[in-house]
């Protein structure tokens, strides 16, 4: 199976589901399109309030279908390449704040993904990493920058160079996440739901202002 992102709007905050639980939300060609799609849906939307991305099954992403990555077609393996920068790229300028909810797997892609958003809120059951090297893969440099803007160098050389995982704990201490919390799913409805009740016109000129420090 090739998986999907699932897309559900309630009261204005639109959930978006990576669902590919039988390879821990591993991102397929298709999903990468899926993804792609509602981002633009969502960016044509004045009226939603927010974005919450988060996993299902236990995971919230193991980053980039490896299969995808070792066909023998070069022009497959760019193809994919570009479109999952693409999907990065797109949901980082999203104007609405962008929440992740992030619950165990959070490798790779998937911690792009994650850092796309403006805040992210992780259980004690996550674990991050990302297995580039190790892959044999490179880590596209705008992904670089932003992992260097959000944890220092030293910390994502920790993490690129010495192929470490990080414990949820451990990566609320690095700053890869805002909060670590039993009670991750509550807090990130508690964000939901405020955001959803705001003031549209507040919400945008205060993450404009986050955004632009």
Sequence with gaps: MTG???FDVVDRVVWMTIDRPEKR?????????NL???????????????????GSGGSF????????????????????????EQAVVALRALRQPKVAHIDG??????????????????????VFG??????GLVYEAPFVHRLVETIGAGSAALLLY???RWSAAEAATRGLVDECSVDAASI???????????????VRANTAAIRGV
């Design 61 to 84: 992403s193991a980053g980039g279908d490896l299969d995808e990555l070792r066909v023998p077609d070069a022009a497959h393996v760019e193809q994919y390449r570009v479109r999952a």
């Design 188 to 202: 990130v409805e508690a964000i939901a739901s405020n955001l959803a009740r705001a003031d549209p016109e507040a």
């Design 162 to 164: 010495g192929g470490n």
């Design 4 to 6: 999907e992102v699932r």
């Design 130 to 135: 990302i297995p580039a090297l190790a892959n």
């Design 36 to 54: 792609i799609e509602h981002i633009e849906w969502i960016d044509a939307q004045p009226d939603v309030a927010a974005v919450v991305l988060r």
């Design 25 to 33: 939300n591993a991102l397929s060609g298709p999903m990468v399109q």
């Design 105 to 126: 797997a959070c490798f790779g892609a998937g911690c792009s993904l994650a850092l796309a958003c403006d805040v992210r809120i992780s259980s004690p059951a996550s």
